[in-house]
């Protein structure tokens, strides 16, 4: 195997891609990509088709070759990585899905969520899962899913029901339904995962009434795992790592070290700091995870999760007509020198780390008559740093460890306004690489690597080239007032649709 080709597949919240990486030239060959249509059949519930996702998947992937002509015999491996916590649950026998996708932002299973606080599961999940009791995580969606379809209680406990993340479903299907699979850091986002003991946890299981059987096997992030169905592609690739969209991420950015930390602009927006060998058990209501397993050997990272950050641009541009396109966004917001006092709270889908309030929505705070558009789309652009330094303040107390740089990709890392207001407002150095397609590249790295293409992460990590950095310029007052007012905003958000 000559290594010179891997495919990324990356199926994200709102788009399928597939990329392919030329090693020997060390860049990004061929990328494709495809929106993935978003479904909301109630306030607050998020769906997608999960044959929407396998076949846009599918597409991209064959697009991606076709755009170099490059044919997929010569595909030394793929890597996946993928949105998680969204479910599929789907028929053994028929590969049919029983429900469509429900979307990690859903917060139907709310309710659910809250029986399980009521019968004092907090402590006890927090301690096996690393996680928080929330209606983002897998597990809930499950039950749900199971509890609502006709049927599927009945079918699940006759085994006839299989159950997993987006990897999980593009594996079985890449593999023609032969292979059920998770790797551990999907694994561990699902609120079913013991992240110390490294397997499903029984009594979690049974506290959510899911069989086993439902469960996929587990497989190292890094490493051989299957190959494609001949019938599938045309050709058999070795599907060599994966991981969810995150921890992808991580990888990407070389993160290998402890205290190393990147912030992803995605849909959401996530920190994840390397916290090495062990699990740091927050006191600041930010997740425990899994980074990924390697060699037999587990390494964990602290998250802070944001769950509405480049869906709030999105919501500028397609709801509210504020904006033709996103890069128009960093435009308007510079042509006013700040926000005129208005504040944006894009809790949409309630609000994450380190708040974790399934009821907080959507506030603006601060008009007046002067308000102009251009103050509300620079509010929405400041938000999104503003909800990374709540993360980040957590994460510095949780771990001890002073953050001096922040690595930072995905979306909305392209704005220079963005980040230049992150560096000020966190009054930390942001560093962006070149290659911003991180995520996509953590999955080519992790597969490149579980089959020999690269010898260690010491030889990834001189891969990684800047492309810029943002030194902090702002003033400590106007950074602590600012935030300030800041948190005057979000306490006016929260607990709004508590009826």
């Known amino acids: 195997m000559d290594g010179r080709y891997i495919i990324a597949l990356d199926q994200g919240t709102t788009s399928s891609r597939a990329l392919v990486y030329d090693r020997l030239q060390g860049r990004i060959a061929s990328v494709r990509s495809i929106q993935l249509t978003q479904h909301y059949p109630k306030p607050c519930w998020v769906e997608h088709d999960p044959m929407e996702i396998w076949l846009t998947q599918l597409e991209v992937l064959k697009d991606a ?33 029983v429900y469509n996708a429900i979307v990690w932002q859903c917060r139907r299973t709310a309710d659910i969520c809250n029986n399980l606080k009521v019968n004092s599961y907090d402590e006890v999940i927090q301690e096996k899962t690393g996680l928080v009791i929330d209606a983002y995580f897998s597990g809930t969606k499950i039950k749900w899913i199971l509890d609502n379809v006709e049927g599927a209680r009945q079918k699940a406990e006759a085994g006839e029901l299989l159950a997993g993340t987006v990897d999980t479903w593009l594996v079985w299907k890449l593999t023609g339904g032969k292979i059920h699979v998770t790797d551990y850091s999907n694994a561990s986002r699902t609120m079913l995962f013991n992240i110390h003991t490294l397997k499903w946890d029984d009594d979690l299981l049974k506290a959510l009434d899911i069989p086993k059987s439902m469960l996929p096997s587990l497989v190292q992030t890094s490493g051989y795992i299957a190959d494609t169905a001949q019938e599938v592609l045309g050709t058999v690739i070795p599907i060599s790592g994966i991981a969810g969209d995150q921890q992808s991420a991580l990888f990407g950015q070389a993160c290998f070290k402890k205290g190393s930390a990147k912030n992803t602009y995605g849909t959401g ?10 699990p740091v058990k927050s006191q600041n209501r930010l997740l425990s995870t899994i980074a990924w397993v390697i060699d037999g050997k587990a390494e964990y990272a602290l998250e802070g999760s944001v769950f509405n950050a480049g869906s709030a641009i999105q919501w500028l541009r397609d709801e509210m007509k504020l904006i033709g396109s996103a890069p128009e966004a960093d435009f308007e917001a510079e042509a006013v020198p ?68 922040l690595k930072v990709d995905g979306g909305a890392s392209v704005s220079n306004f963005l980040m230049q207001f992150q560096a000020d407002i966190m009054n930390v150095r942001v560093r962006r690489p070149e290659i911003t397609e991180t995520t996509a590249l953590g999955a080519v790295y992790l597969a490149g690597l579980g089959m020999g293409i690269w010898s260690s992460r010491e030889e990834i990590e001189q891969n990684w080239k800047l492309g810029r950095e943002y030194e902090p310029i702002m003033q400590e007052s106007t950074r602590n007032d600012l935030y300030r007012d800041w948190k005057r905003a979000v306490d006016r958000s929260l607990k709004w649709d508590v009826r």
């Open 65 to 97: 070759a076709a755009s170099i002509k490059l044919p997929l015999e010569k595909v030394s491996c793929i890597g996946i990585t993928n949105q998680r916590e969204t479910v599929i649950v789907w028929d053994k026998k028929t590969g049919r899905p």
């Open 269 to 278: 927006c996530f920190i994840l700091m390397n916290t090495g060998n062990k």
């Open 338 to 405: 700040d926000t005129g006092g208005v504040y944006i709270v894009p809790a949409f889908t309630g609000l994450g780390a380190p708040y974790w309030d399934m009821y907080a929505r959507g506030t603006i705070v601060g008009l007046t008559r002067g308000t102009r558009r251009e103050h509300v789309i620079r509010a929405v652009l400041e938000a999104i740093a503003f909800q990374s330094r709540d993360v980040f303040e957590a994460m510095q107390a949780d771990s001890g460890i002073t953050i001096r740089e």
